[in-house]
């Protein structure tokens, strides 16, 4: 399997935004976006709910469905 990596952001960041948050510089300059062997899920939440509640049932939910898209593969 392929490790997937949870990364919650803070209210009014975008999930593509959270995601490209985890970068790097690459050996050639050009940065690198991601990890080479992990998926980077970013959910995003309605609302000004931190997470917890509501925001913890989303990031679950989101967990869960990339897990079961890709089990086995």
């Given at each position: ?67 079961g898209a890709?089990?086995?593969?």
């Amino acid at each position: 399997g392929c490790p997937i990596l949870l990364s919650l952001s803070g209210v009014g960041v975008k999930e593509n935004d959270q995601a490209d948050s985890h970068k790097y510089q690459g050996p050639s300059g050009d940065f690198v976006f991601g990890f080479p062997n992990a998926w980077v899920l970013a959910p995003e939440r309605d609302g000004a709910h931190n997470w917890e509640g509501t925001g913890y049932q989303t990031a679950m939910r989101s967990l869960e469905a990339v897990s079961g898209a890709f089990w086995g593969l």
